[in-house]
């Protein structure tokens, strides 16, 4: 793509025929790893001449004296006929290696025909994002090392007050002290010389062990790896800039297309993984706005799509349902609406291992804090359970596992093979390489998938792009795993690139669920990541009439804002005032909705006129809500769930009755009638289980307009979170 970025400079867009190289790295590179030139496996245009070809091929280092690069001289002065031998060969060379590789069939050799056509079409796509590069606030660059510097002692002083003492952070001898002597973590990564490391490795281990309510059972080792992400930004992508960033404030990054997943990364600098604090830095060149948009569960949604579980599938057809939640429905037996948080808290590390093939012995340390054998038979239970209700995701991974052991590769629903060697897995060791090619098998299959869809995706928006002769006015700036962030020019209103980067990005396939994503705006990367418009929002911004587009984004960003706030005031209020509703318990997601509609709202009073106030509600229909709530008092039942273990909810009690959505400082109203006090009274003061938590309830009673409060320690029940 090399060749796609220098007729850029010229205004012209390749329509690249055929990659060679991305050819060989889907064939024949699956088994050699590369071209052996010296002690180094190697994958470009000279060795592969030498090696298919057995030709000899000139050096651009033959044309100075040196090294090519450590003199003045550049191809755009090297005289006629330099250029003569030199790139008429390479030409000749690269034509020669295709024919070669299409007499051999290598594509149909290597399965690799659908795969191929993906990536050679996303080949300048990427040199496209290259070309233009990513744009630095460079002239508060400044700023951004001392806010750095700042979190740099913040974290630091936290450290200190749990070692007690001073240190620097940056000692490996005053770090080992600090982790196993002083503090008594354990430690089960060594150095090559048999100390006790305080390596990444070492640190990751670490912050793997959880106290049973999910915090870091060993804190300090969490703050350090902080320190360590944070000072890497400084030293990273603070210094490339120094050194590699324009004096207008542009930066190239590099990108590597195509890892072992299909996935790609960034280097020089590495802008995946940069947090709120340094994305506020990256902002569009002048006369250019800011989107971002963020595949949203991508991993889950394409799992539960190859993986033919129609009941998941259905499930992710509603864009505000939680998967999480979801999940620990299934794993517990909880109905969706009743999962506490202590529970989805749970099912969560357990959603995130499961594609990556986690083992019961590190799954029931992840889920419960250590590695034990009561943990690891709790998580082969969670296994089984989770299995059980998803009988069709089980069958996929088992599946996978049996592609890779016939074949020693699997491959995605789009072709994409992941080839596995159990030696080289195992560094010698070929149960250890089995037992990791056991992991890898389902994991590829959901990651290769991921990394087809959001090439292909990124294909179709650069092709439409280039339709409505967009092209150096909308650019693909930054890659990061699925999310894109784009510079979009200010003569093109948001609703346009919208619409046509949805219909390019969601791509439809047959009996799959939608595959949504999250889409913002603003004047730097982190507003618009952090936007996350709803898919409804989305939906609405794109089909509703407009105004004359001026170019202000940031009197469009409040617009946005202020019309995210009336779809979920307007949403919720569907929803309180539906009489289907009444006398259930509240959905956990609509309330979420709600609190978030508070929130942004500014209302914060605990008052339950002010949530009619904010969700207006006219006095009409509040007597109508009333009048027409079941004349039996609420139904307080008392339901066994789990007795072990008692370190989350073993019991909690169901209350059938419309809940007003107002919390403020651990409050929550209940609106109903009169008689629910005193049986939420009775069932609390007669509960002998487990006692987790505190729980303030306040009950409104609209006849007499009096509220009455109960501060008990229970379990509290889903509604009354």
Not at 587 to 600: H, N, Q
């Amino acid at each position: 793509y090399f060749d796609a970025k220098v007729m850029l400079i010229y205004g012209i867009v390749c329509n690249i025929f055929a990659d060679v190289l991305t050819m060989y790295r889907l064939t024949y590179a699956n088994i050699t790893g590369g071209v052996q030139v010296g002690n180094r496996l190697v994958m470009n245009l000279k060795a592969l001449t030498k090696e298919y070809l057995h030709r000899d091929s000139l050096e651009l280092n033959m044309f100075v004296p040196g090294k090519w690069g450590e003199s003045a001289m550049t191809f755009q002065y090297m005289p006629y006929e330099s250029v003569r031998l030199y790139a008429c060969a390479d030409t000749d060379n690269t034509l020669a290696l295709y024919n070669l590789f299409m007499d051999k069939r290598a594509l149909e050799e290597f399965g690799a025909t659908q795969t191929f056509k993906i990536e050679n079409a996303f080949t300048p796509v990427l040199a496209y994002s290259e070309f233009y590069g990513i744009h630095v606030d460079s002239e508060n660059i400044d700023r951004l090392e001392v806010e750095i510097a700042q979190e740099e002692e913040t974290l630091k002083q936290q450290m200190v007050e749990i070692a007690g003492r001073d240190f620097n952070p940056r000692s490996s001898r005053d770090l080992a002290s600090i982790l196993y002597e002083e503090l008594g973590y354990p430690c089960k990564v060594m150095t090559e010389k048999g100390a006790k490391s305080t390596s990444k490795e070492a640190i990751k281990d670490l912050k793997s062990y959880k106290n049973p309510d999910g915090s870091s059972k060993y804190p300090f080792a969490d703050l350090l790896q902080q320190f360590r992400d944070i000072s890497n930004i400084r030293s990273g992508l603070i210094k490339s800039f120094r050194e590699n960033g324009t004096p207008d404030g542009y930066m190239f990054t590099k990108i590597e297309p195509m890892l072992a997943t299909g996935r790609m990364s960034t280097s020089n600098p590495n802008i995946q993984g940069m947090s709120g604090t340094v994305k506020k830095y990256f902002t569009p060149r002048e006369g250019y706005y800011m989107m971002n948009f963020d595949f949203s569960s991508i991993e889950y949604r394409i799992l539960a799509c190859v993986g033919g579980e129609p009941d998941l599938i259905e499930f992710f057809k509603d864009p505000i349902r939680d998967y999480h939640r979801r999940q620990a429905s299934v794993l517990f037996g909880v109905p969706y609406e009743e999962v506490t948080p202590d529970l989805r808290k749970i099912a969560k590390p357990f959603n995130f291992a499961l594609p990556y093939g986690k083992g019961d012995r590190n799954l029931g340390k992840d889920l419960f804090g250590e590695v034990s054998e009561e943990n690891t038979r709790k998580a082969a239970d969670l296994r089984k359970k989770y299995f059980a209700g998803q009988p069709h995701i089980e069958k996929f991974f088992d599946q996978a596992k049996k592609e890779a052991r016939e074949n020693n590769y699997v491959a995605t629903f789009f072709g994409r093979r992941r080839y596995f060697d159990p030696v080289k897995l195992g560094n010698g060791n070929i149960q250890a390489g089995y037992a990791a090619m056991m992991r890898q098998a389902g994991n590829h299959k959901i990651q290769g998938c991921a990394a087809d869809l959001y090439k292909s995706g990124m294909t179709n928006l650069f092709q439409a792009m280039r339709h409505k002769d967009w092209l150096g006015k909308v650019l693909l700036t930054a890659f990061v795993h699925d999310e894109c962030n784009i510079e979009v020019h200010n003569s093109i209103a948001p609703w346009e690139i919208l619409e046509v980067a949805l219909g390019s990005i969601m791509i439809e396939i047959d009996n799959w669920c939608p595959l949504y994503v999250g889409v913002g705006f603003g004047t730097n990367w982190k507003q618009a990541k952090s936007m996350d418009l709803p898919v409804k929002v989305q939906r609405q911004l794109v089909d509703e009439e407009h105004e004359p587009w001026d170019g202000n984004i940031n009197k469009y960003v409040d617009y946005i804002e202020a019309k995210r706030l009336q779809y979920l005031i307007d949403f919720v209020t569907d929803y309180v005032t539906d009489s289907n509703s009444w006398g259930k318990i509240i959905d956990p997601d609509v309330k979420s909705m709600a609190f978030e509609a508070l929130e942004r709202s500014g209302e914060t009073e605990e008052s339950l006129d002010k949530f009619y106030e904010v969700f207006k509600l006219d006095p009409e229909l509040k007597e109508k809500i009333l009048t027409e709530l079941p004349d039996k008092p609420a139904t307080v039942e008392v339901k066994k769930v789990q007795e072990e273990p008692s370190s989350y909810v073993s019991m909690w009690d169901r209350l059938e009755a419309v809940g007003v959505l107002v919390q403020d400082s651990g409050m929550i109203w209940l609106l109903y009638d009169e008689g629910v006090f005193d049986e939420i009274t009775e069932v609390i003061n007669n509960y002998q289980g487990t006692q987790l938590a505190t729980l303030q309830v306040g009950v409104y009673y609209p006849n007499t307009k009096e509220t009455r409060t109960l501060d008990k320690e229970y379990i509290p029940p889903a509604l009354v979170r």
